[in-house]
């Protein structure tokens, strides 16, 4: 069987929409176009990481409503995979 991974950034127009997260709105579209997803990659960091000195795990942090987001994808049965990006080594460090 073939497996769609979708990358997707965060900020997609079909993903989230006047600050909302808009789930059903994206699956539904994956649906009409590729047959569904079996799982989406969520770009947080890029393309703002390192325009100031928060991590890509401060970023993440700062993702309102991604346990919500994440639920909603799940719920459709759609497993989420969240980016780790190794190259991230001048922004701050982070904490112990």
């Known amino acids: 069987p073939t ?4 990358q997707v950034m965060i900020h997609d127009r079909l993903l989230s929409r006047r600050g909302a997260w808009t789930v059903d709105r994206f699956l539904d579209d994956a649906e009409a176009r590729y047959g569904g997803v079996d799982s989406v990659l969520l770009w947080h960091s890029y393309p703002n990481i390192g325009v100031d000195d928060r991590s890509q795990f401060d970023m993440l942090n700062d993702v309102e409503g991604l ?3 994440v639920a909603a994808f799940r719920a459709r049965g759609v ?5 780790f990006n190794p190259w991230d080594r001048g922004t701050r460090p982070a904490e112990a």
């Open 3 to 6: 497996t769609l991974t979708p």
């Open 67 to 69: 346990a919500d987001a």
């Open 79 to 83: 497993r989420v995979l969240l980016p």
